[in-house]
């Protein structure tokens, strides 16, 4: 089977990319990255002398280029997206550009190509902030930031090219990821790198906002399980195995590193923060889907990676400031208390 990949330069797309390859020996792959910030070569230097594997630099947005890398494919994973809720609040047109007009792009090709399977692989932020209770797949859609809003509006487009155009289309919605890979201004790896330089992570507001985490490996084993078994028209959440507060995640995370209380930084709150996330993945599960990695097994195994990888996250720290990307736009209001 020959897949396109959209976006395997970046952090899920290289996970998901080198476990399809390793799964699938009959498989090759044409990943097409226009290798932004987010997107980095190295993350699958292993594969480059594997000729199942094939890097194209483009612009999902930009139809030729998406003409030139689905020729011959069978079916499309969609990953290539601007993907930090911060940098979304400074800025979404990139957000809009990539996100909603890269997609339509892709669906509008994918029909041309009569691809048989493609995956959209989005996000549980569409559902907003659920207070209580789990969200099911049916549920309206109440995006909160510029990214959701318009993960969102992309999900309501493969709906439509379902309906209209009979694209086989699948979204996928996965709670809040982490692994091997994951650049560091998203929370996890900020954390961990953060610490290892005797930094303080950023804390957003009161702390006490809940997130799902889901081993960046499981939520590819789920994609892979969704191509063969996934219906078309259809919509999966992808949850994790551990639903805990940001505070929890600081305490596992601090006591797994050995590290001091002190270095854990209240600042102002991120602008219409969610305050929960929650899944309800029985839809998934009823396919046959099971978790392989426990929370505190994969965080270790994280945590191992970052210390073992300091020559792939210094340089893109160096390059990017060591706060976080909201912290140091808004400098002064990094020491504000909540
Ligand atoms: P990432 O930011 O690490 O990587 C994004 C990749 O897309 C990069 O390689 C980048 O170069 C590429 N890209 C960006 N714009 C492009 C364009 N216009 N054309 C071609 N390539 C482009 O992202 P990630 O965290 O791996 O997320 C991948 C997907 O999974 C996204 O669609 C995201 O919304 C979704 N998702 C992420 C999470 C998470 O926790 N990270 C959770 C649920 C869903
Ligand atoms: P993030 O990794 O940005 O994912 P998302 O906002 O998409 O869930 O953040 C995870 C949680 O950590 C979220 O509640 C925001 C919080 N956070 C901080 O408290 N400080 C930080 O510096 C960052 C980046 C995130």
Redesign the pocket.
Known sequence: MKILVTGGLGFIGSNFIRHLLSRRKQASVVNLDALTYAGNPANLADLQDDPRYRWVKGDIADPKAVEAAMAGAEAVVHFAAET???RSILDASRFLRTNIVGSQVLFDAALRHEIGRFIHVSTD?VYGSVPKGFSKEGDRLEPNSPYAASKAASDLLARSYFVTHKLPVIVTRAS?NFGPYQYP????P?MITNWMDGEP????GD?L?V?DWLYVVDHARAIDLLIDKGQPGEIYNIGGTFHCN?RRIIEETRRLMGVSEGLVKPVAD?PG?DRRYALDCRKLKALGFKHEYAFRQALAATVDWYRAHQSWWRPLKKRGGYK?Y??RQYGGRLAAKP
């Open positions: 930090h809720v911060d932020e809040n201004e998203k929370a996890l900020l992570f950023p804390l957003y702390g906002q997130r940001n991120r923060h976080s909201y912290s």
